[in-house]
Structure formats: structure tokens, C-alpha cells
């Protein structure tokens, strides 16, 4: 038998309210064999730079098929809705630069459009909820074989928004980076190259001396968790191969008060 489609869905919506649900029943109205895997809803609201960087780690775990992504707060702007083709599917969301970096991170987009069509979206009563009225519908067309140029008007797909996302220096011996994602256990991931540390003749074992803020803490390169002591926050390569500040059994985050930086 034949697999059945399959969206991977991303929002800021959370799980208080029915907006998952409904964009649920929307594509499996339009689509009944549809498998959709939630990836996550708990984007912070608005912010579209931790909606993109989570899809960018998660888009090569993905199964072929449809990802959309709905973290929008320009709804109802001139913002375009976009769905644009890759290798082996498709994305569907704004253009605000939620999509860019996973699209990149699937080899680039092909074919693009805006999505216009009035047969494959919902009457909307207001302005505010692209993610039922456009995107889900889209998503599901897409995903039940509806030609992407049926969903609307071409772009160039080179023409996306790009992500902001934040690019490391290296100044007087030091690498200056930012804090991308802070996971539930309070692990702060930079976006920090291991190769930028082994670069100023840092190696597993050695000793860094890291400055948040104002203050200046030495801490330890190691290869696993439970390599730290007990509470102890060190530096280790996370499993997306980023530097990340990680204790054993604490939180970094809480520990050191670090907190993501704002695009």
C-alpha cells in the first residue's frame, strides 16, 4: 500500500486554544488519508527567527511531503503567503522569513507561488487567521497531489525573505556569538562552530573563558553530560553540531541567566 501524505505542521499557536485543531480539520476534511506530525506549537508568540531555526533543525528528520509553518504577525499585510516546491515536497507559509532557512536547508526552492486561488482557501470573515483559511488548505492540497501552480500566481523562488539568523565573529582571539534555542531543560545552544573553538586552539578537555554579559566564567569542553559534575555547566557539542552551554542535570539558562537574543 501506498504511504499515506504527510504534512509536518509548526506554529507559535500553542495547544490553550483550538487554532492546532482546527487547522487539523481543515486539511483532513480536504485531505482524509492525511498523517500530519506536529512538530511543535510552542514557538513563542510572534517571533518568527525561533519558528525558522526550529524548522531548520528539524526540516532533515522530516519525511518527504508538506511542511507548514505558520508563525505570521504580519496577518492581514501585504506579507505574501507563500507555498514554494523542493526536492521531494513542498512549504507552505508567510514570507516573513519563517521558511528560508529550512527551504535552504532542502536544497533550495524550485518553483514558487503566491498563494491566490480562491478553490483552494477558506472563506475568511477576518483577516486574522491565515493558518485555517490559507495555509491549511494549501498544505492539504499540495499534499493530496494538486499541482502547485493551481494554488496561484509564480514568484521567482529565489526571491523568498531570508531568515535572520545571527552570524558569529572572531575579534582579538576571542568568538563573539548569540544564543539561538534554549530547550526545555534549560541547554542553551549557541551559534557557535566547534571548528570556530578549535580554531583559537581550544580542544575537548580545555578550558574556556566565557563572557555573558558582564561577568566571566571559566567553563569546560566536554563530550557528553555526564562527563560535567553534578550541576556543573560546561561547553559540549550538541546533536545538531553547535556549541552549546549544558550542566548535568540543571538548567544553564536558569543557572547563568542567559536568554535567547531578540532579532
Given at each position: 500500500m501506498d504511504a499515506p501524505p504527510t504534512v509536518s505542521f509548526l506554529s507559535d499557536y500553542g495547544r490553550a486554544d483550538e487554532f492546532v485543531g482546527v487547522c487539523h480539520g481543515v486539511m483532513l476534511r480536504i485531505e482524509p488519508r492525511l498523517r500530519i506530525i506536529d512538530i511543535t506549537h510552542d514557538i513563542p508568540p510572534h517571533d518568527v527567527r525561533a519558528g525558522a531555526l526550529a524548522l531548520a533543525r528539524a526540516v532533515q528528520y522530516l519525511p518527504e511531503g508538506v511542511v507548514l509553518g505558520v508563525v505570521d504577525p504580519g496577518v492581514g499585510t501585504d506579507r505574501r503567503p507563500i507555498a514554494v516546491g523542493v526536492e521531494g515536497g513542498f512549504f507552505v507559509g508567510p514570507d516573513n522569513g519563517l521558511l528560508a532557512p529550512a527551504v535552504a536547508m532542502a536544497g533550495g526552492a524550485t518553483a514558487g507561488v503566491v498563494l491566490t486561488s480562491e478553490h483552494h482557501r477558506l472563506p475568511a470573515p477576518g483577516a486574522t487567521f491565515d493558518g485555517r483559511d490559507v495555509f491549511a488548505p494549501a498544505a492539504a492540497a499540495l499534499?493530496?497531489?494538486?499541482?502547485?501552480?493551481?494554488?496561484?500566481?509564480?514568484?521567482?523562488?529565489?526571491?523568498?525573505?531570508?531568515?535572520?539568523?545571527?552570524?558569529?565573529?572572531?575579534?582579538?582571539?576571542?568568538?563573539?556569538?548569540?544564543?539561538?534555542?534554549?530547550?526545555?531543560?534549560?541547554?542553551?545552544?549557541?551559534?557557535?562552530?566547534?571548528?570556530?573553538?578549535?580554531?583559537?586552539?581550544?580542544?575537548?578537555?580545555?578550558?574556556?573563558?566565557?563572557?555573558?554579559?558582564e561577568s566571566t566564567r571559566p567553563l569546560r569542553w566536554v563530550e557528553a553530560y555526564g562527563a560535567a559534575r553534578s550541576g556543573e555547566a560546561v561547553l559540549l557539542v550538541d546533536s545538531y553540531g553547535l556549541v552549546s552551554v549544558a550542566p548535568n542535570q540543571g538548567s544553564a539558562a536558569d543557572e547563568l541567566g542567559i536568554r535567547p537574543a531578540q532579532a
Open positions: 499534499a493530496s497531489g494538486v499541482d502547485l501552480g493551481e494554488l496561484g500566481d509564480a514568484i521567482d523562488p529565489l526571491s523568498l525573505q531570508p531568515g535572520l539568523l545571527p552570524l558569529t565573529r572572531v575579534e582579538a582571539g576571542a568568538v563573539h556569538g548569540e544564543v539561538l534555542w534554549i530547550d526545555r531543560f534549560g541547554n542553551v545552544q549557541l551559534n557557535i562552530d566547534p571548528e570556530e573553538l578549535r580554531s583559537l586552539g581550544l580542544e575537548v578537555g580545555g578550558v574556556a573563558e566565557v563572557r555573558i554579559g
